[in-house]
């Protein structure tokens, strides 16, 4: 399977939104509603901010939200603030148990 | 408290085998798969497979089929990653992850190791 498609970087202002795309296909994102999304800071394990599309994990900001549309997912972030600045990953099933697909990455600066 | 302690980097050579571990803590060890995602110097994550440490059934991504063996002991609560002759293309952080149980996904984990470098170099 091939990997998801995420742009490079984003960047945004304390404050503002800022929104990450995650590009698959018609065997992964489009078909089911199990994508997840992991934030990462530089030398750290990833952590889970998002699962099957649009759901937090205990814990997690309501400043996060994800959405779903054909073969794209995207994650939003509102209220940016300095913290919020590390890489994201997306992931998705992609039709079996062997079957799991991150995205390239796309590192996020808070200006 | 949850947690996933992997043992310490590894510096080996081509052709060496290797089994890390993920010793685990904090929880019902048998009862939550545990994956491994490998993540090169400056590149992404890659999932490379899962377990059930209850049953031992386990589940490679065919990007990683034959290359490592994943295992599990419950009587330690260790999970392991191993390697029967490493490549140099092998060079990665390896991470292990409890997989979340609020999820319908081997993709989703909620609790990680700390990762363990593996640099093979001749």
């Known amino acids: 399977q091939s990997a998801l498609t995420q742009p490079a970087s984003v960047s945004g202002s304390p404050g503002q939104s800022i929104t990450i795309s995650c590009t698959g296909a018609s065997s992964d994102v489009g078909s089911y509603k199990l994508v997840s999304w992991y934030q990462q800071h530089p030398g750290k394990a990833p952590k889970l901010m998002i699962y099957?599309?649009?759901k937090r994990p205990s814990g997690v900001s309501n400043r996060f939200s994800g959405s779903k549309s054909g073969n794209t997912a995207s994650l939003t972030i509102s209220g940016l603030q300095a913290e919020d600045e590390a890489n994201y990953y997306c992931?998705?099933?992609?039709?079996?148990?062997?079957?799991?697909?991150f995205g390239g990455g796309t590192k996020l600066t808070v200006l | 408290e949850v947690q996933l302690v992997q043992s310490g980097a590894e510096v080996k050579k081509p052709g060496e085998s290797l089994k890390i571990s993920c010793k685990a803590s904090g929880y019902s060890f048998t009862t939550y798969w545990i994956g491994w995602v490998r993540q090169m110097p400056g590149k992404g994550l890659e999932w490379m497979g899962i377990i059930s440490p209850g049953n031992s059934d386990t589940r490679y991504s065919p990007s990683f089929q034959g290359q490592v063996t994943i295992s599990a002991d419950k009587s330690i609560r260790t999970a392991h990653l191993q390697w029967s002759s490493l490549k140099a293309s092998d060079s990665a952080m390896y991470y292990c992850?409890?997989?979340?149980?609020?999820?319908?996904?081997?993709?989703?984990?909620?609790?990680w190791g700390q990762g363990t470098l593996v640099t093979v170099s001749s």
């Open positions: 099957e599309v649009s």
């Open positions: 992931c998705s099933f992609a039709g079996s148990s062997t079957s799991v697909v």
């Open positions: 992850a409890r997989r979340f149980s609020g999820s319908h996904h081997h993709g989703d984990f909620d609790y």
